[in-house]
């Protein structure tokens, strides 16, 4: 939806306007008119208006703003719409495909539109198309409006589209929304223009007919080798929920709701969407444990009870310890991470098991892994986190997952098996509800005053009651000791004016343990407060001659915690351990005293996080393990010890040269967690703090940075760091170093499509191997040389620089032969250049060396030559797959690259190399369509595309575009086919990708040989 939505904005001011959506590549967008009235722009005046189109930054879509004027609306009706056309093309993969909305009747649709909700700009909406109906009173139009059903749309969504979640096709505009004071039951009403308008003119473009087909999801896949050892859970995971609260009031509605949902079989995936401090970890608790009630009354009956997973991001926002914790729990404890290659491994894995047994999986806090600024908001963060949501989302297993977010899930949009719930504010009548549970005294009228007066925000109304009880006795006409709430603050704001208020009566006991929680990321247990309070209340006995009564916090402490679990400021998860809402720990842990500074808090919670892993007599080998050293390492970095975090990491994360954490366990995303700390702010962006300034350190952090940026698929991230890495280290004289960061920013550069970057990394990667004195590093310097020239299908030059890597192979390595990568780039300049035979000598000699040194990303490579060689012995299909007319010796040729396909893919999908598994997936698609099958391979095609655009891969997406046009043509799709390998085209041209382009040109050229010209 972001692809093609754009924000329509003044020019001279940039205030926004409204939304609009794009529709032709030569530049066509089309809103509301009214959009531009508002704004004081008449569209018929004699100089057409203009406005800036801003196009957001979506995957590896930089945002772009361009000028666009006024071309075409209706002028003798009064249809509300108008186009608009920029000064510059616009790519074809940003431009939405148009329908009808007359055949969307009763259809579910979403939306994304720049209505203002606080302080996001840019928010989804979703609901039914209803049906076309009549013109409104003394309006002419040409087409009759769309009425639809969305709690979601709001001034500012106007010109947004309107996509049908069944035809995939944009088949409107929102225009308008029924006014706040309107009844109840037409709250949710609105009205879209009808796409079908674009067809009459002064427009006159062409529309789809029928669906557009819908991206195919890859079902997960296991090895029956690990789904044997598999033994299913008996109990539930319920360790991090919160306790169930005795206090519930008016969130029926939503419970039905999620209830409703839940029981569609075509739902697997739904998101509680809402501001935080709204209630949604409550409401998921109370569903879940309705749930669970209706298993038990049910239990004589033939379903299967669903076993439940509860995972709460906000304590633990690693994607690797939630997918290690899941993988746990799902097998049993049979399967470990050292039985898969990287994240992606395990969330295959886990997503596999998902069908042997129902289960509930509900990720709380997911706001915590996505996005929360910027044109990406929502999305998430990790890839492995998002692959696992996205198998989840795809159809063939009976579980369900429960999502509760501030922002929503972006990336399953496009998923007809996700919903999204919002969760509003608490009604005055359920707010004045919760008040008096929680022992506010008052009339009917006066609670429900303060509900309204407060917004029905749950979190501050607890508050309310907490010091309305704590001072008053529970008055509630004591709420006019409270500042005024002012509707035009963040809730966060008027949370914090409460507990100003809240604590100036707080005891300084129930001071200290607040402010000792705020220091900890995660809930923890009494001992780990006890260690944080200041030292005078620490000793085992005080300096009053306290004694523990049953508690390890003294006396007055224990007593002051029973206070703060009674009042709701604190709260007890299921394993009995204690946290605090991240509104009320962000508060307490600003106003730390003086004498209780944030660097002695971050220092006293890292000696405990000491003590805690040097008391395990077992050397750690899974993430869970290493916990208490990640939690080490970001208290010392907090405290301004970031040499001893240097060296937490070093030796006891990475252990040594061992690479635990990373090359044993893959947990890049955890690695980068820890590395934020060292960075103001967590802002990559900036110069790591480093101790004393050491530049040897601040090289290796901003390496070490990269690298994981590398393998979590964050490429462009990962380029511009390797490149402050490898000036530190020329700064430095190691040039060595420096080398090796180059050619890693090469390699970057040649997958994202930056061919010109790639050109400019050579010269220093030259000029860096000079420097260094290592003939090896020009070696690989002139392979990459090579590789550029090959992908421009400039073959003489690269045929002088792969010579040129092979003399310097012969006279000054061990290994007289272009092996790893540099031999794999040189075997395909070779097959394409026409001499198979010493290609294939080249890849058999270079898999040897790499099954040796055990490099199996590179030996998957080589798989994946050697099936391409044997692919083009077997040559293209010839007749009907059931009948292919082929020579013993082409079918023998057509079995060995359909081996090599499938081993490499095997190793792909265990490593963490994402541009391996996105070769694995296109060497299967031409297995399918040299077979005459490439309909079967469409799964293949779209994960394939799916993963190089999210990573940023276009050289990779030129051939995922290809593969999929080849699908298309064989389900006799022919727009998709044709628009697949026009998008092929363009971006080929765009990035200098001639042998993409000359790909693209001959399936073109087929496709003009066949029945559809």
């Given at each position: 939806?972001?692809?093609?939505?754009?924000?329509?904005?003044?020019?001279?001011?940039?205030?926004?306007?409204?939304?609009?959506?794009?529709?032709?590549?030569?530049?066509?967008?089309?809103?509301?008119?009214?959009?531009?009235?508002?704004?004081?722009?008449?569209?018929?005046?004699?100089?057409?208006?203009?406005?800036?189109?801003?196009?957001?930054?979506?995957?590896?879509?930089?945002?772009?703003?361009?000028?666009?004027?006024?071309?075409?609306?209706?002028?003798?009706?009064?249809?509300?719409?108008?186009?608009?056309?920029?000064?510059?093309?616009?790519?074809?993969?940003?431009?939405?495909?148009?329908?009808?909305?007359?055949?969307?009747?009763?259809?579910?649709?979403?939306?994304?539109?720049?209505?203002?909700?606080?302080?996001?700009?840019?928010?989804?909406?979703?609901?039914?198309?209803?049906?076309?109906?009549?013109?409104?009173?003394?309006?002419?139009?040409?087409?009759?409006?769309?009425?639809?059903?969305?709690?979601?749309?709001?001034?500012?969504?106007?010109?947004?589209?309107?996509?049908?979640?069944?035809?995939?096709?944009?088949?409107?505009?929102?225009?308008?929304?029924?006014?706040?004071?309107?009844?109840?039951?037409?709250?949710?009403?609105?009205?879209?223009?009808?796409?079908?308008?674009?067809?009459?003119?002064?427009?006159?473009?062409?529309?789809?007919?029928?669906?557009?087909?819908?991206?195919?999801?890859?079902?997960?896949?296991?090895?029956?080798?690990?789904?044997?050892?598999?033994?299913?859970?008996?109990?539930?995971?319920?360790?991090?929920?919160?306790?169930?609260?005795?206090?519930?009031?008016?969130?029926?509605?939503?419970?039905?709701?999620?209830?409703?949902?839940?029981?569609?079989?075509?739902?697997?995936?739904?998101?509680?969407?809402?501001?935080?401090?709204?209630?949604?970890?409550?409401?998921?608790?109370?569903?879940?444990?309705?749930?669970?009630?209706?298993?038990?009354?049910?239990?004589?009956?033939?379903?299967?009870?669903?076993?439940?997973?509860?995972?709460?991001?906000?304590?633990?926002?690693?994607?690797?310890?939630?997918?290690?914790?899941?993988?746990?729990?799902?097998?049993?404890?049979?399967?470990?991470?050292?039985?898969?290659?990287?994240?992606?491994?395990?969330a295959e894995i886990i997503a596999s098991l998902l069908s042997t047994q129902p289960y509930i999986f509900v990720l709380d806090g997911l706001e915590a892994?996505?996005?929360?600024?910027?044109?990406?908001?929502?999305?998430?963060?990790?890839?492995?986190?998002?692959?696992?949501?996205?198998?989840?989302?795809?159809?063939?297993?009976?579980?369900?997952?429960?999502?509760?977010?501030?922002?929503?899930?972006?990336?399953?949009?496009?998923?007809?098996?996700?919903?999204?719930?919002?969760?509003?504010?608490?009604?005055?009548?359920?707010?004045?509800?919760?008040?008096?549970?929680?022992?506010?005294?008052?009339?009917?009228?006066?609670?429900?005053?303060?509900?309204?007066?407060?917004?029905?925000?749950?979190?501050?109304?607890?508050?309310?009651?907490?010091?309305?009880?704590?001072?008053?006795?529970?008055?509630?006409?004591?709420?006019?000791?409270?500042?005024?709430?002012?509707?035009?603050?963040?809730?966060?704001?008027?949370?914090?004016?409460?507990?100003?208020?809240?604590?100036?009566?707080?005891?300084?006991?129930?001071?200290?343990?607040?402010?000792?929680?705020?220091?900890?990321?995660?809930?923890?247990?009494?001992?780990?407060?006890?260690?944080?309070?200041?030292?005078?209340?620490?000793?085992?006995?005080?300096?009053?001659?306290?004694?523990?009564?049953?508690?390890?916090?003294?006396?007055?402490?224990?007593?002051?915690?029973?206070?703060?679990?009674?009042?709701?400021?604190?709260?007890?998860?299921?394993?009995?351990?204690?946290?605090?809402?991240?509104?009320?720990?962000?508060?307490?842990?600003?106003?730390?005293?003086?004498?209780?500074?944030?660097?002695?808090?971050?220092?006293?919670?890292?000696?405990?996080?000491?003590?805690?892993?040097?008391?395990?007599?077992?050397?750690?080998?899974?993430?869970?393990?290493?916990?208490?050293?990640?939690?080490?390492?970001?208290?010392?970095?907090?405290?301004?010890?970031?040499?001893?975090?240097?060296?937490?990491?070093?030796?006891?994360?990475?252990?040594?040269?061992?690479?635990?954490?990373?090359?044993?366990?893959?947990?890049?995303?955890?690695?980068?967690?820890?590395?934020?700390?060292?960075?103001?702010?967590?802002?990559?962006?900036?110069?790591?703090?480093?101790?004393?300034?050491?530049?040897?350190?601040?090289?290796?952090?901003?390496?070490?940075?990269?690298?994981?940026?590398?393998?979590?698929?964050?490429?462009?991230?990962?380029?511009?760091?390797?490149?402050?890495?490898?000036?530190?280290?020329?700064?430095?004289?190691?040039?060595?170093?420096?080398?090796?960061?180059?050619?890693?920013?090469?390699?970057?550069?040649?997958?994202?499509?930056?061919?010109?970057?790639?050109?400019?990394?050579?010269?220093?990667?030259?000029?860096?191997?000079?420097?260094?004195?290592?003939?090896?590093?020009?070696?690989?310097?002139?392979?990459?040389?090579?590789?550029?020239?090959?992908?421009?299908?400039?073959?003489?030059?690269?045929e002088e620089a792969f010579a040129s890597a092979l003399r310097l192979a012969r006279e000054f390595t061990p290994i007289p032969l272009l092996y790893s990568?540099?031999?794999?780039?040189?075997?395909?300049?070779?097959?394409?250049?026409?001499?198979?035979?010493?290609?294939?000598?080249?890849?058999?000699?270079?898999?040897?060396?790499?099954?040796?040194?055990?490099?199996?990303?590179?030996?998957?490579?080589?798989?994946?030559?050697?099936?391409?060689?044997?692919?083009?012995?077997?040559?293209?299909?010839?007749?009907?797959?059931?009948?292919?007319?082929?020579?013993?010796?082409?079918?023998?040729?057509?079995?060995?690259?359909?081996?090599?396909?499938?081993?490499?893919?095997?190793?792909?999908?265990?490593?963490?190399?994402?541009?391996?598994?996105?070769?694995?997936?296109?060497?299967?698609?031409?297995?399918?369509?040299?077979?005459?099958?490439?309909?079967?391979a469409r799964g293949d095609a779209d994960q394939a595309l799916a993963m190089a655009g999210n990573g940023g891969y276009r050289v990779a997406e030129v051939?995922?575009?290809?593969?999929?046009?080849?699908?298309?043509?064989?389900?006799?799709?022919?727009?998709?086919?044709?628009?697949?390998?026009?998008?092929?085209?363009?971006?080929?041209?765009?990035?200098?990708?001639?042998?993409?382009?000359?790909?693209?040109?001959?399936?073109?050229?087929?496709?003009?040989?066949?029945?559809?010209?």
């Open positions: 939806m972001r692809l093609i939505t754009v924000r329509i904005a003044l020019s001279d001011s940039g205030e926004t306007l409204g939304s609009g959506v794009a529709i032709a590549s030569r530049g066509l967008v089309v809103t509301c008119r009214h959009v531009l009235e508002a704004g004081g722009l008449d569209v018929r005046a004699s100089e057409p208006p203009e406005v800036d189109i801003h196009f957001p930054a979506v995957d590896h879509w930089k945002a772009v703003t361009r000028r666009a004027r006024v071309v075409a609306y209706c002028q003798d009706n009064d249809d509300d719409i108008v186009c608009l056309k920029t000064e510059a093309p616009i790519p074809n993969s940003r431009v939405a495909v148009l329908g009808d909305a007359a055949a969307s009747a009763w259809n579910e649709f979403i939306g994304y539109g720049y209505r203002r909700l606080g302080k996001y700009q840019g928010l989804l909406a979703q609901g039914t198309i209803m049906g076309e109906i009549e013109a409104p009173e003394g309006h002419a139009l040409l087409k009759e409006p769309v009425q639809l059903q969305s709690s979601g749309i709001a001034e500012g969504m106007s010109g947004a589209p309107v996509l049908d979640r069944v035809r995939n096709l944009v088949v409107g505009m929102v225009s308008e929304k029924w006014g706040s004071s309107g009844a109840a039951e037409d709250r949710d009403t609105a009205w879209a223009v009808n796409a079908h308008l674009v067809t009459f003119p002064p427009f006159s473009l062409v529309i789809r007919a029928d669906p557009l087909p819908m991206q195919h999801a890859e079902p997960p896949q296991m090895d029956d080798e690990l789904l044997r050892r598999v033994q299913l859970p008996r109990s539930h995971r319920l360790e991090d929920a919160p306790a169930l609260l005795n206090e519930w009031v008016g969130r029926e509605a939503l419970l039905a709701e999620t209830d409703r949902v839940a029981d569609d079989p075509e739902t697997l995936v739904v998101g509680l969407i809402g501001f935080g401090g709204e209630g949604k970890t409550t409401i998921a608790r109370q569903w879940l444990e309705s749930r669970r009630r209706t298993a038990r009354v049910n239990a004589d009956q033939d379903a299967q009870p669903s076993r439940i997973f509860w995972w709460t991001f906000a304590e633990r926002s690693g994607a690797d310890d939630f997918l290690e914790a899941a993988l746990d729990y799902v097998s049993g404890g049979r399967i470990t991470s050292e039985d898969c290659g990287d994240g992606r491994a395990r892994v996505q996005e929360q600024r910027g044109d990406h908001y929502g999305a998430i963060l990790s890839p492995d986190l998002r692959d696992f949501l996205t198998f989840f989302a795809t159809p063939g297993h009976p579980s369900f997952c429960l999502i509760t977010s501030r922002a929503p899930v972006v990336d399953l949009i496009s998923f007809v098996t996700h919903r999204q719930i919002d969760v509003p504010s608490l009604t005055a009548q359920a707010g004045h509800e919760l008040l008096a549970t929680l022992g506010v005294r008052g009339s009917d009228a006066e609670l429900e005053r303060v509900a309204h007066q407060w917004g029905g925000h749950a979190l501050t109304l607890s508050l309310i009651a907490a010091y309305l009880v704590k001072r008053y006795g529970g008055d509630v006409r004591r709420v006019a000791t409270l500042p005024r709430p002012d509707p035009d603050l963040p809730r966060g704001e008027l949370v914090r004016r409460i507990l100003g208020q809240y604590d100036s009566w707080l005891s300084e006991a129930e001071r200290e343990l607040l402010i000792g929680f705020s220091v900890f990321r995660t809930p923890v247990g009494e001992e780990a407060l006890e260690a944080v309070l200041p030292q005078n209340a620490q000793s085992v006995q005080g300096v009053q001659g306290e004694v523990r009564c049953g508690s390890a916090l003294p006396v007055a402490h224990a007593a002051a915690l029973v206070h703060l679990v009674d009042a709701r400021v604190v709260r007890r998860d299921q394993g009995g351990r204690l946290g605090t809402h991240p509104l009320i720990r962000d508060y307490y842990y600003k106003s730390a005293r003086s004498s209780v500074d944030h660097t002695s808090l971050h220092e006293w919670a890292k000696r405990y996080y000491m003590r805690v892993a040097d008391a395990r007599t077992d050397p750690p080998a899974t993430l869970d393990g290493l916990d208490p050293l990640i939690e080490a390492v970001h208290h010392a970095c907090r405290s301004g010890a970031y040499a001893e975090a240097y060296l937490l990491i070093t030796d006891r994360l990475y252990a040594g040269d061992r690479n635990l954490i990373t090359r044993e366990l893959s947990a890049y995303d955890t690695v980068l967690s820890c590395f934020t700390d060292f960075f103001p702010r967590g802002d990559f962006r900036r110069e790591p703090f480093t101790a004393g300034g050491d530049p040897e350190m601040r090289g290796w952090v901003l390496h070490e940075v990269a690298t994981s940026f590398q393998m979590l698929g964050r490429l462009w991230d990962a380029v511009v760091t390797l490149r402050r890495a490898e000036a530190v280290f020329r700064g430095l004289g190691c040039y060595h170093q420096a080398a090796i960061s180059c050619q890693n920013r090469v390699e970057l550069h040649l997958a994202l499509g930056q061919l010109p970057g790639a050109e400019e990394a050579i010269e220093s990667a030259f000029e860096l191997a000079r420097r260094a004195g290592d003939r090896e590093h020009e070696l690989v310097a002139e392979t990459l040389s090579g590789t550029l020239h090959h992908y421009r299908s400039d073959h003489d030059a690269a990568w540099s031999g794999i780039h040189y075997a395909e300049h070779l097959r394409t250049t026409g001499r198979a035979a010493a290609a294939r000598r080249a890849l058999e000699a270079n898999l040897t060396v790499c099954r040796r040194a055990g490099w199996t990303a590179d030996e998957a490579a080589c798989l994946i030559g050697l099936g391409d060689l044997a692919l083009d012995e077997a040559g293209p299909s010839r007749g009907d797959p059931g009948s292919d007319p082929r020579t013993p010796a082409e079918t023998e040729a057509l079995q060995r690259a359909r081996t090599h396909f499938e081993a490499a893919h095997a190793i792909a999908r265990g490593i963490t190399r994402r541009d391996v598994l996105i070769g694995s997936l296109l060497a299967r698609c031409r297995l399918a369509a040299a077979t005459g099958r490439s309909a079967t051939e995922a575009r290809i593969a999929l046009a080849r699908v298309y043509q064989d389900l006799s799709y022919e727009e998709a086919a044709w628009d697949e390998i026009s998008q092929a085209s363009e971006v080929a041209r765009e990035i200098g990708y001639r042998r993409g382009e000359e790909a693209a040109l001959a399936v073109e050229t087929s496709f003009e040989g066949n029945s559809w010209a």
